[in-house]
């Protein structure tokens, strides 16, 4: 008799059905906590990026216009020209390798037989 009742306490002073409800409830909101929390990051870590690569392309290029304009001090003060970079466009007008730039036309002289045409009588 005394185990029956002892087995009966024991199973009355378990959690209800609204506790373990409450417990779950409680699992999942800090599950998503977390995960709001780390998405959260990541776009803020992407935005620093951002911000760091935008600040770093805006120095190189005040940078570069710094030294461009050294540059064409220097060569005011020699009386010269600032040499300019020389770049191998394969889509240039050059007339040695014979390449075209892309939408210019090749403009050979073609023959025209009415041009220089005498007129016979």
Do not use: W
Not at 26 to 51: C, H, N, T, Y
Not at 73 to 79: E, H, R, S
Request: charged share 30%.
């Amino acid at each position: 008799m005394a185990g029956i009742i002892g087995m009966f306490s024991v199973v009355a002073c378990g959690p209800s059905a609204e506790e373990i409800a409450k417990k779950e409830q409680a699992k999942a909101d800090s599950i998503a906590a977390v995960e709001k929390a780390k998405l959260d990051s990541i776009a803020a870590a992407q935005e620093q990026m951002m911000a760091d690569s935008i600040a770093s392309a805006k120095e190189k290029a005040i940078a570069d216009s710094i030294a461009m304009a050294e540059e064409m001090a220097a060569a005011k003060k020699k009386g010269g020209k600032p040499a300019q970079k020389k770049k191998d466009d394969p889509k240039s007008n050059n007339p040695r390798t014979g390449s075209v730039k892309e939408g210019a036309e090749n403009k050979t002289p073609t023959s025209n037989p009415r041009q220089g045409a005498v007129k016979q009588q």
